[in-house]
T-cell receptor
Framework: LAKTTQPISMDSYEGQEVNITCSHNNIATNDYITWYQQFPSQGPRFIIQ???TKVTNEVASLFIPADRKSSTLSLPRVSLSDTAVYYCLVGVLTGGGADGLTFGKGTHLIIQP | DTGVSQDPRHKITKRGQNVTFRCDPISEHNRLYWYRQTLGQGPEFLTY????????KSRLLSDRFSAERPKGSFSTLEIQRTEQGDSAMYLC?????????????FGEGSWLTVV
């Protein structure tokens, strides 16, 4: 079973900031949180990874509260090309076994003009 | 290109035939993973290797599926006696456990259509 829960879909508009939250109540001490983006007919693309607090790169920010039971992917000023499915993955082989490698259904983000 | 490479990208086969997919991981990565993905679903874990050792297999990996990584570099995934339900995208990924977080990087996938 996937260790994560995300909203099935979200809508937003170009130029807006989008926040997608993932719940992972059973996160283990050594687990990292990783987010991926996937376009149709392509493999998932790594976006960002974090362990605690805040991580930022050129594409996104990842916010992780102190209890680490959830995380929020923040996409600044989205464009139409950000329309994709976003997955969070928790605990890749840091104790979760195959469960840590199991994706949920992801969040289908639709950006409108 | 130093990413994960998969071949072929597309394969159409008749039911009952065998098919084989190849994956070349990122060169310094010693872990290699296979996933399957059908339309509207997230990737489903099938199996993974550390070097040449196959360490975990999902219950989804029936006895018609076999994966190998004989020299700890490239890997093959073979499906014997294909069924229409095997139609999916097969994804390969790799990682380096020495890297904090063991980030998995995916290839572009191999599409299988069984007719």
């Amino acid at each position: 079973l996937a260790k994560t829960t995300q909203p099935i879909s979200m809508d937003s508009y170009e130029g807006q900031e989008v926040n997608i939250t993932c719940s992972h109540n059973n996160i283990a001490t050594n687990d990292y949180i990783t987010w991926y983006q996937q376009f149709p007919s392509q493999g998932p693309r790594f976006i960002i990874q974090g362990y605690k607090t805040k991580v930022t790169n050129e594409v996104a920010s990842l916010f992780i509260p102190a209890d680490r039971k959830s995380s929020t992917l923040s996409l600044p000023r989205v464009s139409l090309s950000d329309t994709a499915v976003y997955y969070c993955l928790v605990g890749v082989l840091t104790g979760g076994g195959a469960d840590g490698l199991t994706f949920g259904k992801g969040t289908h983000l639709i950006i409108q003009p | 290109d130093t990413g994960v490479s998969q071949d072929p990208r597309h394969k159409i086969t008749k039911r009952g035939q065998n098919v084989t997919f190849r994956c070349d991981p990122i060169s310094e990565h010693n872990r290699l993973y296979w996933y399957r993905q059908t339309l509207g679903q997230g990737p489903e874990f099938l199996t993974y290797f550390q070097n040449e050792a196959q360490l975990e297999k999902s219950r989804l990996l029936s006895d018609r599926f076999s994966a190998e990584r004989p020299k700890g570099s490239f890997s093959t995934l073979e499906i014997q006696r294909t069924e229409q339900g095997d139609s999916a995208m097969y994804l390969c990924a790799s990682s380096s456990p020495g890297q904090a977080g063991n980030t998995i990087y995916f290839g572009e996938g191999s599409w299988l259509t069984v007719v």
